[in-house]
């Protein structure tokens, strides 16, 4: 099982990033998608869902607006299109996936850091 993320980096306040997570070694299409974010000294919190079809998605409020998550079935990859963003978003994004109908994460990514920052 792999979860590759990527399109991280160093971008001014207001500015855009796209993040991507390519995964392989399960059923992409049965798994729930998520991004998580921990910056230093913080705790892991949730950024953002997709349901498994894509039809469902739902976001932290303080990203609400700004974020969009989104997924491809056929390349087995989700998105977290970032708009807009401040400094208060820097951190280490990280992809999961959690099978439909489980209480929790089956896998993790190991993370690309977003700085925010003039």
Do not use: H
């Amino acid at each position: 099982v792999q979860l590759v993320e990527s399109g991280g980096g160093l971008v001014q306040p207001g500015g855009s990033l796209r993040l991507s997570c390519a995964v392989s070694g399960f059923t992409f299409r049965l798994y729930d998608m998520s991004w998580y974010r921990q910056a230093p000294g913080k705790e892991r919190e949730l950024v953002a869902r997709i349901s498994s079809d894509g039809d469902s998605t739902n976001y932290a409020d303080s990203v609400k607006g700004r974020f969009t998550i989104s997924r491809d079935n056929a390349v087995n990859t989700v998105y977290l299109q970032m708009n807009s963003l401040k400094p208060e978003d820097t951190a280490v994004y990280s992809c999961a996936a959690r099978r439909v109908g489980r209480g929790r994460n089956d896998y993790w990514g190991q993370g690309t850091q977003v700085t925010v920052s003039s």
